[in-house]
């Protein structure tokens, strides 16, 4: 039915037909890959952070260094899983000169189970004086504190000379000249818990200074208008930067003010560990 010509024509489109078949298979991983490479490259890294991501999570362990339990702030305290009431019989002891000198100490006072106790207190670090009272060097270090029998009669930090400040122990002249340094940047001190944030006072200072002085005057208090003043003048507050400035500035206008402590603790990089503090030098 077909001349010579057409079944010539016909054989060579099936040739044709099948050559491009057999590339197409041939080939095609290759053009797959070509076109796909960069792609893939790009999801492959992305999954691999992301299960890098996850396992770092998994085994993710919050580091708990060691501490005097003295010494615990409510921010701490939440930190380790104390309640509210636990933290507050702590503090209420500590109110009244006295200090927990081992674990079994602590946990008569604050009540705190036996399972919690035995999480943290592996990491309870006391004074070496506290742990060796026989030692010859405890019996040194014990005749530069105020005898027990020896009545103090507590002072006003705010209106303490640099003398009765050297007078305490564990506190030279740097560093009472840096304490009356920091309280001409504030106006005066609110509260002795702020000594609890100043590098250098170590806690037996800190329990000397406590013992011997308190806050019984204000003068020189001057409130932060903490809705009105611009970021530039916020910083200069101590407890403030630039940055944690910005986010307050931020944070009031978007949210009409800033009216109590409740909402100081919403404001990124805000320090909670200071907020009470922090929040008695400013005017809402």
Same mark, same amino acid.
């Given at each position: 039915?077909?001349?010579?010509?057409?079944?010539?024509?016909?054989?060579?489109?099936?040739?044709?037909?099948? @050559?491009? !078949? @057999?590339?197409?298979? @041939?080939?095609? +991983?290759?053009?797959?890959?070509?076109?796909?490479?960069?792609? *893939?490259?790009?999801? @492959?890294?992305?999954?691999?952070?992301? *299960?890098?991501?996850?396992?770092?999570?998994?085994?993710?362990?919050?580091?708990?260094?060691?501490?005097?339990? /003295?010494?615990?702030?409510?921010?701490?305290?939440?930190?380790?899983?104390?309640?509210?009431?636990?933290? #507050?019989?702590?503090?209420?002891?500590?109110?009244?000169?006295?200090? =927990?000198?081992?674990?079994?100490?602590? !946990?008569?006072?604050?009540? =705190?189970?036996?399972?919690?106790?035995?999480?943290?207190?592996?990491?309870?670090?006391?004074?070496?004086?506290?742990?060796n009272k026989t030692?010859?060097?405890?019996?040194?270090?014990?005749?530069?504190?105020?005898?027990?029998?020896?009545?103090?009669?507590?002072?006003?930090? /705010?209106?303490?000379?640099?003398?009765?400040?050297?007078?305490?122990?564990?506190?030279?002249?740097k560093l009472a *000249?840096?304490?009356?340094?920091?309280?001409?940047?504030?106006?005066?001190?609110?509260?002795?818990?702020?000594?609890?944030?100043?590098?250098?006072?170590?806690?037996?200072?800190?329990?000397?200074?406590?013992?011997?002085?308190?806050?019984?005057? !204000?003068?020189?208090?001057?409130?932060?208008?903490?809705?009105?003043?611009? !970021?530039?003048?916020?910083?200069?507050?101590?407890?403030? *930067?630039?940055?944690?400035?910005?986010?307050?500035?931020?944070?009031?206008?978007? /949210?009409?003010?800033?009216?109590?402590? #409740?909402?100081?603790?919403?404001?990124?990089?805000?320090?909670?560990?200071?907020?009470?503090?922090?929040?008695?030098?400013? +005017?809402?």
């Amino acid at each position: 039915m077909f001349s010579r010509e057409h079944r010539s024509g016909i054989f060579l489109l099936f040739a044709i037909i099948i @050559l491009v !078949q @057999l590339s197409y298979f @041939l080939f095609k +991983d290759n053009f797959t890959s070509t076109k796909n490479n960069p792609e *893939d490259k790009a999801w @492959l890294l992305v999954q691999n952070e992301i *299960d890098s991501l996850k396992s770092i999570q998994s085994t993710k362990k919050d580091t708990i260094y060691p501490f005097n339990p /003295n010494y615990i702030t409510d921010y701490k305290g939440y930190k380790l899983g104390m309640t509210i009431q636990e933290i #507050d019989r702590l503090h209420a002891f500590r109110k009244t000169g006295k200090f =927990v000198n081992s674990a079994e100490d602590f !946990q008569q006072v604050t009540k =705190v189970s036996n399972a919690f106790l035995s999480k943290i207190s592996p990491y309870f670090k006391f004074p070496d004086w506290v742990k060796n009272k026989t030692n010859v060097a405890s019996e040194k270090f014990r005749k530069f504190l105020p005898k027990e029998k020896e009545k103090i009669i507590q002072k006003d930090i /705010n209106t303490a000379t640099r003398e009765d400040l050297i007078a305490v122990y564990g506190i030279g002249e740097k560093l009472a *000249d840096k304490i009356l340094l920091e309280k001409e940047k504030l106006g005066c001190f609110v509260s002795m818990e702020q000594f609890q944030f100043m590098w250098g006072i170590s806690p037996e200072a800190l329990a000397d200074l406590e013992k011997r002085f308190n806050v019984k005057t !204000q003068n020189g208090l001057s409130k932060i208008a903490i809705n009105e003043l611009s !970021q530039k003048e916020l910083a200069k507050f101590p407890y403030f *930067d630039y940055a944690l400035a910005k986010e307050i500035v931020i944070y009031r206008t978007m /949210n009409n003010g800033i009216k109590n402590i #409740d909402d100081l603790t919403k404001i990124k990089g805000m320090p909670n560990e200071k907020i009470k503090i922090i929040a008695l030098y400013l +005017d809402f």
